[in-house]
């Protein structure tokens, strides 16, 4: 019944667990020291919430159930280059939801580099 945050500089190692039960958590890539090429998050929300929060320049996928709750994923598509770190996210989710999202500010920035530049016709 209280909250749990990863925040600021941590390793990532290949596996992470997260389990939010009646409360709410962040596991914030953006600093973090990735020690494996892909990190697998199992984030399990029982009436709580789990955010993930992924940099830009890396590869998100997100599997999972929910039921009674949602698990919602935010993240533009990229142009990423072979072999950009990769992270996979098992959402399960009872009466609550996990969510896989940038922050606002680097997602308004890949979606204006990815608009087309405008003819002023």
Not at 61 to 87: C, H, I, S, W, Y
Not at 92 to 112: N, P, T
């Amino acid at each position: 019944m209280g909250a749990g945050n990863l925040r600021g500089r941590w390793r990532a190692g290949g596996k992470l667990r997260a389990i939010s039960l009646m409360s709410g958590g962040d596991i914030d890539l953006r600093y973090a020291e990735m020690d494996a090429p892909e990190i697998r998050i199992t984030a399990i929300a029982i009436m709580g919430g789990i955010d993930v929060i992924v940099p830009a320049g890396v590869d998100v996928e997100m599997t999972g159930f929910a039921f009674m709750g949602g698990n919602d994923m935010k993240v533009p598509v990229q142009d990423l280059p072979p072999g950009a770190p990769r992270v996979h996210v098992r959402a399960f989710s009872l009466m609550g939801g996990s969510d896989v999202r940038m922050k606002r500010a680097e997602r308004k920035a890949l979606e204006a580099a990815s608009e087309p530049p405008s003819t002023g016709a």
